[in-house]
């Protein structure tokens, strides 16, 4: 801002004529002075455009003091953003502290000195310039979020046509073809397979938009923890093979035993994409050839559910460890693994966390809702 801009004015308020002179002559050769005499000719000039970008208002007044007039300006939505700073003989820490609770920014006791005036009024006229740019430069960043998701859905939608064909034609050439060798339907099947994989994937991306926005229904129902997790690691078992990785399960500290189960109380396929996410992590975290140990305990009324890895979760991300889109430097990574596993473990009633210290790897910790009715535990 120049400090010739006539386009910023200040409104200057009090009762006394005199005071109004000392403080035009005194602001007039950088700003654009508007005068009121009054509280109430003060409103006037503040609800019309232009407005002024900062009122210097005296407190003691007939009729409407300084303080019921802030409060009307502050109370207006019209006029709430104008920054007030009061000017006034009343010196006692009580009378400034009534000032700023009723919304002023500043306080000035008279007699004014033009220097710290100007100084004060420079001050928060940019402050508050800084403070719109970036309330701006947020709304911004808003729509471009907003349209990145809506992109998001829109292709989320659309890509569910072509996978029509992905998914019905294999099941026509497998249901017609009586020439396809044992190996061919194997690959056609996998290409089925694959359609619904991603199918279910679509699928689970719209939900993770409505968890977002606070408009996903849980459909609570026993769900087994060991089917989900040997599905898990039957589906990732090429990622551990490349680290060379093996998973060593327990329940209660005891190995977990063929035909076992352990039910929860969510949604089955949010618990798979839950796991995955936190195993994928996992095994990207973990040194090669070192275990991921998971372990399950029963706590009151709830599941926990500990995953661990030999890696450390770096210091400067901690902090923001399941944000959207935040990253440890990963390639390719998205940043939103993490934050899904929350959501996905939050909209069922559950919780996540983490552990991590450079000796003892890093801990992913969920609790959710054991199965109470319905289905036993353990059997």
Known sequence: MSAVDEKTIVLVVDDAPDNLDIMGYILRGQY????????????????????????????MMPEMDGYDVCRELKADARTAHIPIIFV??????????????????????KPIQPVIVLARVKTHIKLCQVLQDLKEKNAELNQVAQLRDDIDRILMHDLKS???????????????????????????????????????????????????QHQYTLRPAPVDLVKVIKGVLSEQNNLFKLKKLEVQWCIEQQPVVAGQRYY??????????????????????SHESEPV??????????????????????????????????????????GLGTYSAKLLTRIQQGDIRFETDINDGTDLIVTLPLCLNGEKLNH
């Not at 109430?40 to 900062?54: D, G, H, S, T, V």
């Open 162 to 212: 072509p996978l029509n064909l992905i998914i019905n034609n294999p099941e026509i050439l497998l249901e017609e073809s009586l020439q396809l060798s044992a190996e061919d339907r194997r690959l056609v099947a996998q290409i089925k397979q694959s359609g619904y994989n991603m199918l279910d994937m679509i699928n689970r991306s719209l939900d993770m938009v409505k968890m977002e």
């Open 264 to 285: 929860i109380a969510g949604e089955e396929l949010l618990c798979y994409s839950l796991f995955s996410n936190l195993f994928k992590n996992a095994v990207e975290a």
């Open 32 to 59: 654009k002075v508007k005068s009121a005499l009054s509280g109430e000719r003060a409103l006037q000039i503040a609800r019309k455009n232009p407005q002024p970008e900062l009122i210097l208002l005296d407190v």
């Open 293 to 334: 140990l998971v372990s399950i305990t029963e706590k009151d009324t709830d599941a926990c559910i500990i995953i661990h890895n030999s890696g450390v979760v770096p210091p400067d991300i901690r902090a923001h460890f399941f944000d959207k889109y935040r990253t440890a430097g990963k390639r390719g990574g998205t």
């Open 88 to 109: 006034t003989a009343k010196s006692d820490t009580e009378d400034e502290q009534k000032g700023l609770d009723c919304g002023a920014v500043d306080y000035i006791t």
